[in-house]
């Protein structure tokens, strides 16, 4: 069994099809088992087969689109490819907190194989990189302006709405949830 989470894109936790419990439901009905949801925002832990990413992702979907009527993406990682992507500490030196977001913008599987950093990043944005194995934009995201980053706009633009976005704080609990339930 493989431990994965799945990382669900336009959850609004005030949206009563969209509560931890309805998402967690479908998650249980498409027979997953240890699952769980962290926070409140689409993050949803469960075990499984082995089975590739995409497999999952469009199989989760559908169900989530079926049953709830969520249109929004799926994106699916597993543990270890969570586990290393914290492992290897892109933001070392950086701490997330309320004037500065650290986060982790995560692609479909294996939809996009050739993503480029952008040419003029947003004066508010710092680009880390882009990390392959986990299929990850990372970046700091300067919240100490009023002024909102075009960062975000320029991702979907680019690169549509297969994609999603995490804070590595995130990233860090969805990681701690997967491994307390080994």
Same mark, same amino acid.
């Given at each position: =069994?493989? *431990? ?19 998402? $967690?439901? +479908? ?7 240890? %699952?769980?949801?962290?926070? @409140? ?11 590739? &990413? ?24 597993? /543990? ?15 701490? /997330?907190? $309320? ?17 480029? !950093? ?5 004066? !508010?944005?710092? +680009? +880390? ?5 986990? *299929? ?7 919240? @100490? @302006? ?13 690169? &549509? ?9 995130? =990233?860090? $609990?969805? %990681?701690?949830? =997967?491994?307390?339930?080994?």
């Amino acid at each position: =069994m493989t *431990r994965y989470a799945a990382l669900l894109r336009g959850i609004m936790p005030s949206n009563p099809n969209m509560s931890n419990e309805k998402l $967690r439901g +479908v998650f249980t009905g498409l027979g997953f088992d240890s %699952v769980s949801s962290v926070l @409140s925002s689409g993050n949803i832990v469960f075990t499984a087969d082995p089975t590739p &990413g995409a497999e999952l992702e469009d199989r989760i979907q559908e169900a989530l689109s079926a049953e709830l009527g969520i249109p929004g993406g799926t994106i699916i990682r597993d /543990h270890a490819e969570l586990r290393a992507l914290l492992d290897r500490d892109p933001f070392a030196g950086y701490t /997330h907190c $309320r004037e500065t977001y650290l986060i982790a913008t995560f692609f479909k599987d294996a939809a996009h194989p050739k993503v480029e !950093l952008p040419d003029g990043p947003d004066p !508010l944005t710092t +680009v +880390v990189g882009y990390d392959e194995p986990a *299929r990850a934009f990372l970046a700091i995201i300067d919240n @100490s @302006s009023p002024k909102t980053p075009n960062f975000m706009a320029w991702l979907e633009r680019t690169y &549509g709405k297969d994609i999603t976005t995490r804070t590595w704080l995130t =990233m860090q $609990r969805v %990681v701690k949830k =997967m491994e307390s339930a080994k």
